[in-house]
């Protein structure tokens, strides 16, 4: 990573900012790892009501949502290679599939999440406070917990590309100052990691 | 591999790592749709850690980075593996 191409007035180091990427990664991987733990003591301890409420989500959209979130995952991941290639062009195309991909992510958790509205599963419904069992709302709280962190850092992560899509079409992104679009990578990554174990722990199991 | 400057990765690298953590979620969906009992949860949980470090290995680099950002991330996965063991024993044995 050591680069020489230091501009005039702004101070670059690629390897630092990389190490700055991972200890925040880090503290991310912790936070959901504490929100796995709580999942996996009350999933221990309300085993049938986890495997009853988890049968409510839909596999399909869940399915769709990690296929996608796996594509723009490695488009995101080449357009390092091709801005390492000097294809601006590419590179910028690569962005955009990406952020165009988490956005349909996105509108797919909205009719999912509305869908779940509509039936009356929402934290503090009414319904699910009559009808479920202490382990199924707890099931869905965790569901909307996690799901609705993840969204968030979905969201944060299409923001940061965008800044980077818009720094690359400036110019000062560029082969070698590559760092915020390879931290931008790495984020996109971590958020596609984290969805890697949601999506089997609410979606699958059962 | 190639110069100490940037390693940059060929695409077909990147679109054999997709194609296997495709596999590895409809393999995923399978092996849970079956009645395994318990041994669903660890099933699932395998394919998801292959599917991790593939990510981490190849999209993440860490496969072309210097050893001692490796052994970082290593560390913060022992520590989370460190907190689950010691959860689960108080739980296990309160």
């Given amino acids: ?13 690629a390897e630092a900012s990389k190490i700055g990427m ?35 989500l839909n596999i399909t959209i869940g399915a769709i949502n990690t ?14 290679s091709t801005l390492q290639l000097k294809k601006k ?21 909205y009719f999912e999440w509305g869908t779940k509205f509509e039936h009356g599963i929402f934290p503090g419904s009414e319904h699910m406070l009559n009808e479920f069992s202490q382990g199924e ?19 944060v992560g299409l923001i940061v590309i965008l800044f980077a899509v818009v720094r690359i079409q400036k110019g000062t992104v560029h082969e070698n100052r590559a760092a915020l679009l390879e931290n931008a990578g790495l984020y996109w990554h971590l958020v596609d990691l984290i969805w890697i174990f949601l999506f089997p722990l609410f979606y699958l199991i059962h | 591999m190639s110069e100490e400057k940037h390693h940059i990765v060929p ?55 210097k050893k001692y950002i490796v052994a970082m991330v290593i560390f913060v996965f022992a520590i989370f593996f460190a907190v689950i063991v010691i959860t689960f024993l108080d739980y296990l044995y309160r």
Avoid: P
């Fill in chain 1, 137 to 155: 709302i707890l099931f869905f709280g965790l569901y909307f917990v996690m799901t609705g962190l993840h969204a968030l850092h979905i969201i």
């Fill in chain 2, 11 to 65: 695409y077909r690298v990147y679109v054999f790592v997709l194609l296997a953590l495709l596999a590895l979620t409809f393999a995923s969906i399978g092996i849970t749709s079956i009645e395994l009992g318990e041994f669903t949860v660890a099933a699932a949980l395998i394919f998801a850690c292959v599917k991790t470090f593939l990510v981490l290995t190849y999209f993440m680099h860490l496969k072309y980075d």
């Fill in chain 1, 1 to 13: 990573m050591e680069q020489n191409a230091h501009g005039a007035h702004t101070h670059y180091d």
């Fill in chain 1, 67 to 80: 296929v996608l979130l796996l594509v723009s995952s490695m488009t995101i991941a080449m357009s390092t």
């Fill in chain 1, 89 to 109: 062009g590419a590179t910028l195309g690569l962005l955009a599939v990406t952020i165009i991909i988490g956005l349909v992510f996105l509108v797919n958790k």
């Fill in chain 1, 22 to 56: 991972w200890l925040f990664i880090s503290t991310e991987l912790l936070l959901f790892g504490g929100l796995f733990i709580v999942y996996s003591i009350y999933r221990y301890l309300n085993a049938d009501a986890f495997h009853l409420a988890g049968e409510e």
